[in-house]
């Protein structure tokens, strides 16, 4: 998560923190920016989750918080929400992230910049290319992988690291999946 969105790891858990009350001024400001039919569609596909929106106007420095468990806790939650083989069953977590995962482990013949936080060095014009480049090869995965010799990952990710290889363990061929869905 820190080497691909440039999250901070360490600090609160977000999952801990208290809820707000209901009538929170700050909540309802945040909900006032919603029509009510546009609230209540997002909340039925998953994608406002009140409850942490309850939690976070509490907060009053986000840079202590753990953002990397949080991402990591909604991958995984959102990964066992999801039935697969379900048409009307979408994907409701971080897909951004699993974007920057697949496109950072692929060798294109596009030059990209790998240096981490890797969400700082890449844009939605360089997705797109890469998306066209994909298609033109017969479709999504079918490029080598990149083992990254010329990117120091260092040893500051500890835990995370291994966090990272289960989660492309368990996300492998879902993360096709969702790329392809996500980009056309």
């Known amino acids: 998560m820190h080497d691909m969105m440039g999250l901070p790891f360490g600090g609160e858990d977000i999952n801990e923190l208290p809820l707000c ?8 400001e945040w909900r006032g920016q919603y029509s009510c039919d546009k609230f209540n569609e997002s909340m039925l596909m998953g994608t406002n989750q009140i409850k942490v929106v309850r939690k976070l106007v509490l907060v009053e420095d986000f840079s202590k918080l753990n953002w990397c468990k949080y991402m990591l806790d909604c991958l995984g939650s959102r990964k066992k929400l999801w039935k697969r083989d379900d ?16 496109v950072y482990n692929m060798k294109y013949s596009i030059k990209l910049d790998k240096r981490i936080p890797f969400i700082g060095h890449i844009n939605g014009a ?13 479709g999504f995965g079918r490029q080598f992988r990149d083992e990254h010799d010329d990117v120091d990952m260092g040893d500051e990710t500890g835990g995370e690291e291994q966090q990272m290889l289960s989660f492309k363990r368990d996300f492998a061929d879902e993360e096709l999946i969702l790329w392809h869905t996500l980009l056309l």
């Open 21 to 28: 009350d209901k009538g929170n001024q700050i909540l309802e």
């Open 126 to 138: 360089k997705l797109l290319e890469i998306q066209r480049l994909e298609i033109s090869l017969g």
């Open 87 to 102: 048409k009307s069953s979408y994907y409701s977590g971080p897909i951004t992230l699993l974007i920057l995962v697949y």
